[in-house]
């Protein structure tokens, strides 16, 4: 009820402040019989780790993943897997001058007025760090949706208004994780990387978009009318931070297409029923369609910028100019990507898992 | 866990099929005391209610809810709000043929692969009838908010690709109401009603996006990490049928904005901390600014359309096509303002009512 | 969150007051595609119903059940499932005296401090009544389980002191439902309702213990370390107003026993696992063993008695003398027998439906 | 969902094996400014821990709670509060003979069933040791409830079938905590350890009866009709391994009282409404009266005797006898005091937080 669990079958509680001693997940839900290694997880914790681009954060951490619980001979119990990374390379020093100043764009002013009190330092709990935890559990939920045959892939469709040429599943595949950027258009993710490095040279930041597909999503997930497929993912993806819009298949595009050109026909092929094209994403009345999942989230331009800003004082109440030093990314783009596949993940687990059996 | 409840402190949960014997919402959380009369409900009821314009369908339901226990002496008791509304104009008839062929663009296919069977009969509980329940309990929300001063205004600011220009709350709460479609702006209002009289005659049917802002919203809403305001809002939103997108504030804009314009600058005015500009939309770090809400769904165009289209006969496994006859809404954007905003309002009284006090 | 709803993937909530225009429930998760008929509800109704006997209250309500929602040509949807019983035979002339007047040991006082205003009509919320609407959902919830072959068997084991021998699952089967007072042991049964009519003249009532026990649970049931099988069935069985204790197997009489007394030993029977005792009651550490699940509650005597009772006019805060008239069970042990065996089939088609595979 | 989680405001997931790494629990929802140090909880620790007295197990473990998160500044950020112990004092070689070899009374053989495997060293998760999670957890929870004038008093009454006289308040507070049993009669204390003591001498292990005293309760906390305060009291006390029964004020001695006897009368003095008797126990239709919370676990003899006892190899289906080793509690009951005080006071403060306005 407090804001920071996620999911019933496959329930994930998260905690941890950004230069606090560390920041961990408790998941539980977790089916017994699982093999599974800190390696695995560690992973996926690399792919969101600060410090490895020079569009990335200079904060070096290698924010290795510690197992707790519910691992014995290297599978799960089905009790709770509690893990663990430690915070290491903390220099709060340059957050003392903000302790007052709540910083624009950012959480400072509204933890400030809901709590009456708030970890200044790093961001606190509103730091994107808190988002390791999401991908260790992620992680974990890719792992069960694997051998379920779901694949879910994430990349960068536009940054600072490039925007990448439609690319296949097996494109994406090959491509998004080789460029910084996470782009599968090899030549948009060049410009992508230039327009970051401008950005940044002039003190500004720049916003983007990310896509998640999910393959191989078997039909029937979704619990209409409330907890749709659809419903759960937009809350899923819009948790994470800076992130200010969320889209399934033909999205907002939607609003201006006509009926005739909005629904997918079905046909049969091969003894099955399909639809040729796929304008839903993958969901039709909150309920998985077994066409891929689309979805789309607008990220916006990082708040911490290098050029000066105003704000208050919220002591003194006085306004005053202020001017944001220390390691922050340019864009956020590229490290979002496997945070929100894991929020992917971590939706489509919890429906598989909690799938009612027909009478 | 079964999808036909929202909402923790203030829980609603919905039932009825389009054209079995009613639908109806149990209300578990209303505090005690609340003066309510079943006129009050019925008004927002009549703003959602089929068969008022020709742009509508042309179902008629008179939809005189009936309340059934929760209040006592004019005044709520604390305990379960049930009401209902009885189904009256139901004509099955046309629906037969689609008994064992899906509709595109609709939940029908879903719905059988789901659960194996469905009650085919006007969509059964996908029917964008099952919003009804919606509206009446988010009018109870409406009430509580109001005491609270908080004002949820909704309206169309896009139908066709015909979009509204820029409205202030003023001339929202004047005109919005007053316009067949729902539109603040009077003359795209014009245009977006001959774009939708067009659409049907042609056997179409067009999408639109509708905003809802709410306004004196108090700072300190929303639980971070996972159920953040805007999280929940997306839930909430994307959870309406024919919503394929929701943004807050800038939204996919942000996308495109720099850091230095995303960022809402903080100043000192008349003793207390402002912003000049909104692009937040009222949520910074998943909790409420106290600037106003702003938020904006992606509608997509009615699947219920007279032209031919191709589907499948799910008994004997051929391909067929359809004609869709009945009463269908051509443009579902104006009905839809009442649910949005009871969706929005539904959002807002939870967190109101669970809000923890401080110590 | 504000407490009338019980279960996960079964989840019911219940609605309304002994003297507002109906009581109901809503049943969500129930799957798709079991028959269920209004009269296989009816039944189970029947036997909570009033007015049957000279040991329960006069009051005479049909407790029709009406079906709103939920099924579709017999069988269900896997939508929610939605029923009302509207109340008739209502006199709330007798209440008027005790507007401003809590009755001892009813809730009148808690639901006045709690809500600040109550129905004080036949309790309002808090009356008997309400378990009506537990009855309708367990009938389902029955029917489910038996679908896995698990039974539900409750009878009177004490009333007033006089205790039932122990009886087989088969004297329960046949004898329990024959007699007035609902006990197993025919010779017993004579003296409970002799003391029960005894009292009844005095102006007095009595209480007694209401055994339920479940047969042929599968085993795995429960989830460890708060959920557990017999956590949950403690709550779902002291959620019943009247009761005062819960206990399974041993229960207070463990508190007695050594540890070669209550243990269960194990041994290998015709290729099985089993224990010749089951003092457990068919739980260990919150799991289902397989063995037959064994709870007791302890029921108090009914508060509303004849016999003068003091009492404090809230308005005035003078101390008062009453009497209660009106329409009362001396005893509701046997009236409770359907609702506690509703709780159990309530707790365990929670378990089974939730019940997650193992990867 | 799965088991872990208790409560709602202020919601704990606890985690960890017997023999893992570590054991620990994540609390959300406790109130930001809350100044709280790891010294105040390890108080609580050290009542319930190991190797303190010749009547309980003599594993030595330090169980030193090491907070991570969600304090700063020595104060609550409103933020998740994460803490654990390090196992230390681990031997898991006694338990290697176990591995295949369920032991009766414990929870070995369903964990198999229902996980399909399970970590047999001390128990695992099914160890009592999980209980240290409850008791850091209510730490926290306790303060705050006594920071709204709530205090929580536990002791035993009953130990091997020797029963304490009745004790007043200030004897509970003063005399628990003194002798080995936490017993509040010195006399009957005596007795019950030298009946431990006789019963570990012929490997054997006794049960008995804990009782939980809350004074000064508000009035209105519980949610009827599922939620009651002693519904949920039951639910987290009958979650205590070892717990067979739960019983409420008179509990199940009403099963045998008059309603005259039983109903608690109400008078006026000093300008307060008040009961003279308080056979309800503190709570009625679910809500607390404000009179003293009175609850009673009857708690069965620890299943690990020395004594030679009857199981079963799973894995050759072979009867087997088999002779427990290790350190074990002959009896459980005072190591329980603290972990079943835990529990009530996350009953209570869940509800003072969730506790609703009144509009």
């Known amino acids: 009820m407090s804001g920071n669990s996620f999911g019933t079958a496959f329930r994930i509680t998260t905690w941890g402040e950004s230069h606090g ?197 078997p039909p029937g997930l979704g619990d209409p009318v409330f907890d749709k497929l659809d419903a759960e993912l937009a809350k899923a993806l819009m948790s994470i931070g800076a992130v200010k819009g969320v889209e399934l298949g033909a999205g907002f595009e939607a609003a201006r297409l006509r009926g005739s050109e909005m629904n997918d026909e079905l046909f049969v092929h091969a003894g099955r029923i399909m639809t040729r094209t796929n304008t839903a994403g993958g969901v039709l009345g909150g309920i998985s369609t077994g066409a891929p999942l689309i979805c789309r989230i607008a990220v916006k331009p990082t708040p911490s910028i290098a050029k000066p800003q105003r704000s208050v004082n919220m002591t003194t109440m006085q306004d005053v100019e202020i001017q944001i030093t220390g390691r922050h990314d340019p864009c956020i783009c590229p490290r979002i990507v496997p945070v929100a596949e894991a929020m992917v993940a971590l939706v489509l687990v919890n429906f598989l898992l909690r799938n009612p059996p027909r009478i």
């Open 21 to 217: 001693a560390a920041l961990g997940v408790v998941i539980d839900g977790c089916p017994a019989g699982l093999v599974l290694s800190a390696a695995e997880i560690q992973r996926e914790l690399n792919r969101r780790k600060p410090g490895v681009s020079d569009v990335t954060t200079a904060r070096k951490e290698a924010d290795e993943v510690q197992l707790l619980s519910g691992i014995f001979e290297g599978k799960t119990l089905g009790t709770p897997i509690s893990l663990l990374v430690w915070n290491k390379d903390v220099n709060s020093s340059t957050y003392e001058s903000f302790k007052h100043i709540p910083r624009p764009g950012q959480a400072d002013y509204t933890y400030q007025l809901k709590y009456g009190r708030r970890d200044h330092r790093g961001g606190g709990r509103a730091s994107g760090r808190e988002t390791l935890a999401r991908v260790a559990a992620g992680a974990i939920a890719k792992k069960i949706l694997a051998q379920h045959s779901v694949e879910i892939l994430g990349h960068v469709v536009e940054i600072a208004g490039i925007r990448a040429r439609e690319v296949s599943a097996a494109e994406l595949r090959d491509h998004a994780e080789r460029t910084t950027v996470r782009c599968a258009d090899p030549e948009a993710a060049k410009r992508m990387e230039a327009a970051i490095k401008a950005a940044k040279e002039e003190g500004e930041s720049v916003g983007g978009i990310v896509e998640v597909r999910a393959l191989g999503v």
